[in-house]
Nanobody, 123 residues
Framework: QVQLVESGGGLVQAGGSLRLSCAAS????????MGWFRQAPGKEREFVGA????????YVADSVKGRFTVSRDNAKNTVYLQMNSLKPEDTAVYYC????????????????WGQGTQVTVSS
C-alpha cells in the first residue's frame, strides 16, 4: 500500500532549524514529483517546495526561498525539507505529497498525501 510518513517536526525558537523527512513506500518513488505543503490554522494549504521526477531538480516558493531547501534520496525513498532561519510565520502542519506532474505548486495536482507533522516556531 502507498504510504507517506512525515517526521521531524517540533518546537523551535525563531532563527532555529529543523529537517523534516518524508519516508515513502508502496510505489516507485523515483517516478513521482514529491512536494511539501503547509497549512496554518485559518489559512489555505500553501505550497512550500518540491523535487521533481526524472532528474530530481528542486524548487521552493518565494516565501521560503533562501531559507528552505528540498532534497531527495531515491535510494532511501525519502524526501527532505531543510528549514533554516525559522520564523513564527512558518508555524503550520507540514505535509508531503506525490504528483505525476513534472512541475506543479497546485495541491489539486498532488493525489496522495501524508499525515502531516507539526512545526511550531516561537518568538
Amino acid at each position: 500500500q502507498v504510504q507517506l510518513v512525515e517526521s521531524g517536526g517540533g518546537l523551535v525558537q525563531a532563527g532555529g532549524s529543523l529537517r523534516l523527512s518524508c519516508a515513502a513506500s508502496g510505489f516507485t518513488f523515483s517516478s513521482y514529483t514529491m512536494g511539501w505543503f503547509r497549512q496554518a490554522p485559518g489559512k489555505e494549504r500553501e505550497f512550500v517546495g518540491a523535487a521533481n521526477w526524472g532528474g530530481g531538480s528542486t524548487y521552493v516558493a518565494d516565501s521560503v526561498k533562501g531559507r528552505f531547501t528540498v532534497s531527495r534520496d531515491n535510494a532511501k525513498n525519502t524526501v527532505y525539507l531543510q528549514m533554516n532561519s525559522l520564523k513564527p510565520e512558518d508555524t503550520a502542519v507540514y505535509y508531503c505529497a506525490r504528483s505525476r506532474r513534472f512541475y506543479t505548486n497546485n495541491p489539486s495536482e498532488y493525489a496522495f498525501w501524508g499525515q502531516g507533522t507539526q512545526v511550531t516556531v516561537s518568538s
